[in-house]
């Protein structure tokens, strides 16, 4: 089991725009100082693509913050409804089990490159409950694709807050705070792109693509700034 450390983030920088470039070395310094997961784990690859893709996430009192992207010459990007089938687009998702000791839900936050978000929790791959009234308040999804044609090539990337009402909501007690454990993965898919992909940071067991698989999650510990 893989160990990624959130380290604390004093604030979360909004810096993707539309139509803009992204560039992982110049990030804020915010942005910069957290662990980078890189989802290197193209355990059902078939075809020998196999895109970079990486992850970073940090905490506060606001909730957790992420940042994802992926360097692609291009994307898949027609879901335009919060709520849709983004694993059929480039989409980047983060799956995270806040309360691993004491309860078996997860989230599965999945954003398209375009930021159109689909939010569930649950205990396993069916039975799932839709997250309603996407975008949540004070989840600022942001992205740097605004349409699939006018991408260039680079790197996408998709950045939003998990907020800390959402995560109480459903999991009462849950406070954040250096030493706090969850577990989670991070991956990348484009189920009907033209270079379907399936890239994770911890490893699953699994002969088939399947990204709920909660007992394949690697460590998430919250932890200082400096980690």
Sequence with gaps: MKRYSIRYMPERPLFLKRDAEFDPADLPKAWANL???????????????????????GWNEKGLHVLMYAQEDK???????????VCTDSCLEFFVKPAPERDARYFNFE???????????????????????????????????????????????????????????????????????MEGNFYTCADLSDTPHYGTWNRIDSPVPDYHRPESFGELVLTGENG
């Excluded at 662990?35 to 996430?57: K, N």
């Excluded at 994307?75 to 089938?85: H, L, Q, S, T």
């Excluded at 699939?148 to 800390?164: F, R």
């Design 75 to 85: 994307v898949r990007a027609r879901i335009r409804e919060m709520g849709g089938m």
């Design 111 to 181: 954003v398209n490159a375009r930021g159109v978000m689909l939010a569930e929790i649950g205990t396993a791959r069916r039975n799932r409950f839709g997250a309603v009234g996407l975008p949540f308040e004070g989840m600022e999804i942001q992205a740097n694709v605004r349409e699939e044609s006018a991408y260039k090539g680079g790197w996408w990337a998709v950045s939003y807050t998990v907020p800390v009402n959402l995560l109480s909501e459903h999991f009462p007690g849950l406070k954040l705070e250096a030493g706090v454990r």
């Design 35 to 57: 662990e980078e997961a890189v989802l290197d784990q193209y355990i059902w690859d078939q075809t020998g693509y196999t895109p970079r893709a990486c992850a970073r996430v």
